[in-house]
């Protein structure tokens, strides 16, 4: 047989159609569909036929029973009925990447939603991937301004350090994250809001973030009636698309709202497809779930992810147990307080119980002393509270209260801000220092 010969069967080969197993769907029960065949592995996406073929509706595989595939749906299973046919693409979820996401607004899955017409992307990314090696990992040694005083006198975050605000629900997290996109020192924001209510998207966009806070921002949404496959991806999208960023060699501020609504919707998976719950009904994917969605952020060897999780607690219960796990994983936390909010205190953090673990890495001693003497008179001021608002505390009994009772009118003023108003760093390092060092 002659070269020529060759060379045109194998060219018919690769003009051959190839041949496809497709699977069928045997049931649907709650939140799972189970189908027979085709062959694929945990994560890949498949195609699932509704309404008699004339539309689709894609499903990622979550798991096996008894020689079937367990289906979860990114949508609506609407359509869907026993023996719809099933196609393996073959691969998991890819998101777009590049600058022209800038300004947009995308939901759980990456497509656009805010009416501005096709997404302008490079390249696209898987939905999942690795974090980065231990060994790959940057210091973390530049101090990284968020524009907020008491956060950046007092708990000062490090660029790719990870830390959480922990809340109870309408304490400030939404404004404070708000404040922090518009004010950050981050070449680009990515902004992940999981299991929000519909109302309260536009309203973030437009007033907490605003038209300078979304012309360098991402946001990537999932309300609270979308499937909870769907709010999980949310948050695996936003962290892709900060990643590509990451890689690129830019300072990324990726924040997400929040991780316990994350949570909650990969309870909603675990135990749809046979979970035990364990902890406060938590299944134990939840748990191992969330180093592998939390370490991707940080540094790589290309660049810095510093980010910004909200856990919401339960009765303000900053122990229960998807807070505690984050607070394990985390480089620091945030914990915003509801008696400030009753004050008229913001942003209400309350600094006594919030901890920054690489504040000592990134800033002199000298900061770190004042930062530490402020809490001191805070403490102070707060073991005499009480008698100082009755009138029963005698000046001249400990000369520290004393000294805290003359400056926490000073202090309260450095703790408060607006939410229009920008601190800066030099700024506010300057006004620590002199609170310190005032002579009363």
Do not use: W
């Amino acid at each position: 047989m002659s070269l020529a010969t060759d060379t045109r069967m194998l060219d018919a080969l690769d003009r051959t159609p190839r041949h496809v197993v497709l699977g069928r769907v045997a049931q649907v029960v709650g939140l799972i569909a189970e189908s027979d065949g085709p062959s694929s592995r945990v994560g890949d996406v498949c195609m699932v036929e509704a309404n008699d073929g004339r539309d689709q509706v894609a499903c990622e595989v979550v798991g096996f029973r008894n020689e079937r595939v367990l289906l979860m749906p990114l949508g609506e299973m609407l359509g869907v009925q026993p023996g719809s046919l099933v196609r393996s693409t073959g691969t998991c979820l890819r998101v777009p990447a590049g600058h022209g996401l800038l300004g947009r607004v995308l939901d759980g899955l990456g497509r656009p939603i805010d009416g501005k017409g096709p997404l302008d992307f490079t390249h696209t990314v898987p939905n999942i991937a690795p974090p980065p090696g231990p060994m790959e990992r940057k210091m973390i040694d530049r101090p990284f301004a968020t524009g907020v005083r008491c956060i950046d006198g007092m708990l000062t975050m490090g660029v790719g350090q990870r830390v959480g605000v922990f809340a109870g629900s309408g304490v400030g997290k939404s404004t404070l994250l708000g404040m922090v996109a518009r004010f950050g020192r981050a070449d680009v924001n990515v902004i992940a809001l999981v299991g929000e209510r519909g109302r309260e998207v536009r309203e973030f966009i437009e007033n907490d973030l605003g038209p300078d806070g979304l012309a360098r921002s991402v946001v990537v949404v999932a309300t609270s009636d979308e499937p909870a496959l769907v709010r999980i991806k949310a948050a695996l999208t936003a962290t892709a698309i900060a990643e590509s960023f990451r890689d690129e060699g830019h300072d990324v501020l990726l924040m997400m709202d929040s991780v316990t609504r994350f949570a909650m919707a990969q309870r909603e998976v675990g135990l749809a497809v046979g979970e035990p719950p364990s902890t406060k009904g938590y299944t134990p994917s939840v748990f191992a779930l969330l180093p592998r969605l939390m370490e991707r952020a940080g540094c790589s060897a290309k660049g810095a992810m510093t980010a910004v999780y909200t856990v919401l607690v339960d009765g303000d219960d900053t122990n229960e147990p998807i807070a505690d796990a984050s607070r394990a994983i985390l480089d620091g936390h945030i914990v915003l307080s509801r008696k400030l909010t009753s004050r008229g205190h913001y942003p209400p953090v309350d600094v006594q119980q919030s901890l920054s673990r690489t504040m000592p890495m990134v800033v002199d001693g000298e900061h770190v002393g004042e930062a530490n003497a402020l809490r001191e008179l805070m403490s102070a001021y707060a073991d005499v509270e009480d008698l100082v608002s009755v009138g029963a505390y005698k000046p001249g009994t400990q000369p520290l209260s004393d000294e805290a009772i003359a400056k926490m009118p000073a202090i309260n003023a450095f703790l408060r801000q607006d939410r229009a108003e920008r601190g800066d760093f030099e700024v506010t390092r300057q006004q620590l220092r002199e609170i310190i060092h005032a002579q009363v």
